[in-house]
């Protein structure tokens, strides 16, 4: 019950495109859903995060959908940039008394061409 | 305001030997957790410590222990190295609003 479930594993997008990646899991207690970015031989950094209580946030280019009934999620990035070239992970967690503890997606890892 | 901070960066270790990670936390966090990333997959969460106790552990053995201070700067310690514990080791590190952030991490490599 404490999977969380990404696609795709990789995706390929021109330059002014929407990248679309999305993410299922199955704990219906999570209450946090966060994004991270990762670029080769660095840590994940926080790119955007919804909680269940509503269905989409925008931040900038990145928003997030969430779909509670489906059990699932989505990144969208608009006008998607050669820099945002990286690895996207999903995560969700139940934030209590004890901590965050955050679950991971597989990853997918996007690519941004000219 | 420095972010999470993490020492080594690099360090290369042979199998049996033991390993000590270091993490700072950034600025106003009071809770660290220490997640490990092989190639190519997810962090996976080893455990968290906040107020200097474990308050939550992973599926990873004894082997992996770890230790907070009372400035909030967290070790992580892995005794009896395997091969498969080469991997990148990041650090956590948050506060109230539940929102986790990241070092660079250490990358650990067994021979």
């Known amino acids: 019950q404490q999977q969380v479930k990404q696609s795709p594993q990789s995706l390929i997008v021109q330059k002014g495109g929407i990248s679309i990646i999305n993410c299922a899991y199955e704990?219906?207690?999570?209450?946090?859903f966060p994004w991270y970015q990762q670029f080769p031989g660095k840590g994940p950094a926080l790119l955007i995060a919804?909680?269940?209580?509503?269905s989409e946030k925008k931040e900038g280019r990145f928003t997030i959908s969430f779909n509670k009934s489906a059990k699932q999620f989505s990144l969208h990035i608009m006008d998607s940039q050669p820099g945002d070239s990286a690895t996207y992970f999903c995560?969700?967690?139940?934030?209590?008394?004890?901590?965050?503890?955050?679950?991971f997606g597989t990853g997918t890892q996007l690519k941004v061409e000219l | 305001d420095a972010g999470v901070t993490q020492s080594p960066t690099h360090l290369i270790k042979t199998r049996g030997q033991q390993v000590t990670l270091r993490c700072s936390p950034k600025?106003?966090?009071?809770?660290v957790s220490w997640y490990q990333q092989a190639l190519g997959q997810g962090p996976q969460f080893i455990f968290q410590?906040?107020?200097?106790?474990?308050?939550q552990r992973g599926n990873f053995p004894d082997r992996f222990s770890g230790h907070q201070f009372p400035n909030y700067s967290s070790e992580l310690n892995v005794n009896a190295l395997l091969l498969g514990d080469s991997a990148l080791y990041l650090c956590?590190?948050?506060?109230?609003?539940?929102?986790?952030?990241f070092g660079e991490g250490s990358r650990l490599t067994v021979l």
């Open positions: 995560a969700a967690s139940l934030i209590t008394g004890g901590g965050n503890k955050l679950t």
């Open positions: 704990n219906t207690a999570f209450d946090y």
């Open positions: 919804i909680r269940p209580d509503v």
């Open positions: 600025s106003g966090h009071d809770t």
């Open positions: 410590y906040y107020e200097e106790e474990e308050r």
């Open positions: 956590a590190t948050g506060g109230l609003t539940g929102e986790l952030f």
